[in-house]
């Protein structure tokens, strides 16, 4: 197992940032890759960014490029996904997911083993 802990949701309006942080409890992903998803109400969970665990390979949704960054921190088990510009049509839950090192589809949930429990992002206009 896992643990994955996301932080740092909250309530901002359009044009501003947030920083999500997703923290693995007890164990080391410093082998595993990282990935950021996101569901709105109504609607189907979706890919927004992913990390190979090696750290310099990064991808990103259509929907996000430009405006979010992820990254990683070994040292502290710790993903990060810096949000700007962000837009009402950002609100959502945002979940991290990890998995071990693999060459499946990185942007696929079915791929990821462990999940943290969301944390939630409301973007007001």
């Known amino acids: 197992q896992v643990p994955l802990v996301e932080s740092g949701g909250g309530l901002v309006q359009a044009g501003g940032s947030l920083r999500l942080s997703c923290a693995a409890s007890g164990r080391t992903v410093s082998n595993y890759d990282m990935g950021w998803f996101r569901q709105a109400p109504g609607k189907e969970r979706e890919f927004v960014a992913a990390?190979?665990?090696?750290?310099?390979?990064?991808y990103y949704a259509d929907s996000v490029k430009g405006r979010f960054t992820i990254s990683r921190d070994n040292t502290k088990n710790t993903v990060y996904l810096q949000m700007n510009s962000l837009k009402p049509e950002d609100t959502a839950v945002y979940s991290c997911?990890?998995?071990?090192?693999?060459?499946?589809?990185?942007?696929?949930?079915?791929?990821?083993?462990?999940w943290g429990q969301g944390t939630q992002v409301t973007v007001s206009s």
């Open positions: 990390i190979r665990w090696w750290g310099t390979s990064t």
């Open positions: 997911a990890a998995r071990p090192g693999s060459s499946s589809s990185y942007y696929l949930a079915r791929y990821y083993n462990y």
